[in-house]
């Protein structure tokens, strides 16, 4: 069902992994560019009419509005399950912990008597939240991208999601209800590049914004990287991701229902064991095909774990294991060996780690606390998860007083030439009256 990388003894790359060597799904979002422009253009010019029709055109719904009323969103929460209403409060309520310890302070450095620099952060003023649709429903997005951008002091939160044929032409009533749970009352049934492009440039019923994070499909993603400096991305998402790091003593039974727990989301999720076990690599497998045989999404789980993007790959020792992982940088990497917490304080790349036996990825996916909206297709080697500071802008704030400026005026003047811009010493220069050199004794 899965298949194997032998990378033991001398296959082991001896310069390094090439992260080529793994496995990885496709998702050329260059590609993707040439579908999303003229949609994107097209809301450009015509705004809500042009997101309509491609909710017709790809959705199947007619519309009238975009915008979800009030009244609806609070319908949907008062029908919410009282289960599912509890699990999302626990949800919300763990997430608050966790964001708002990442407030940040601003910070004042006196650099000279009479000279401060202070990092001042500044909420991003209003963002547009994308929550998928699809094989799946996220209420569990709408928690993840709401608490944070909250937790930061955005002002203005916008959501939008696909919407649905079977619930007309509305988002799942879950996500509308996790909405209104989080006190958000501006939704919009919109999708696809459509809705970035709606978020990005605005229309008569919504605002643009200066911000938009969320997952979504690739066309989401190509949209995001097309209109990208118009307005910020959290990262362009692609197909979901784990990593298991095991040893001899995991659990196969564990390591395999995980496996399936990631490859449920879509036949492109990727599925990745990096283990020191052949023996455990083996019981992997038996239990794959009898837990995947009883599982509800079996082809969707089949597909993903037959897919190139899933492997087992195995290694000689734990060093090399983490060697394979920090070069494939998992979205989810879950650390099943003897001293997890020791090994997991040595991975470097990881959108999320998650240590130990009783740690799955399923529990950051809702009640960690943690945030699941995290760096994809190897991107967590430069990028991070969501978190309040994706909404945050830091802002240098320079106060110098006169004095201050003149113990240091020399030293701008003799850069500015070094750089051929003479203009830049002058408005210093201007200050004092035109003067060229400048002493650090008191000025007059």
Known sequence: MISRIDLRG???PVDGIDRDLLPRAEFDVEAALDTVRPI???VRHRGTRAVIEYGERFDGVSLERLRIPEATLEAALKALDPAVRAALEESVRRARLVHREQRRTDVTTQ???GGTVTEKWVPVERVGLYVPGGLAVYPSSVVMNVVPAQEAGVEGIA?????QKEFDGLPHPTILAACALLGVTEVYAAGGAQAIAMFAY??????PVSLVTGPGNIYVAAAKRLLKGRIGIDAEAGPTEIA???DASADAGLVAADLISQAEHDTLAAAVLVTTSAELADAVDRELADQVAAARHRERITAALGGRQSATVLVDTVAQGLEVVDAYAAEHLEIHTEDAPAVA??????GAVFVGPNSPVSLGDYCAGSNHVLPTGGCACHSSGLSVQSFLRGIHVVDYSRQALAEVAQHVLTLAEAEDLPAHGAAVAARFGGVGRFASGPVV
């Open 10 to 12: 001398a296959a082991f």
């Open 40 to 42: 994107c253009e097209d």
């Open 111 to 113: 650099v000279v008597p």
């Open 159 to 163: 959501v939008a999601s696909p919407p």
């Open 202 to 207: 605005g229309t008569d019923e919504c605002r």
């Open 244 to 246: 298991i790091l095991a």
């Open 345 to 350: 304080a040595r991975v470097r790349n990881a």
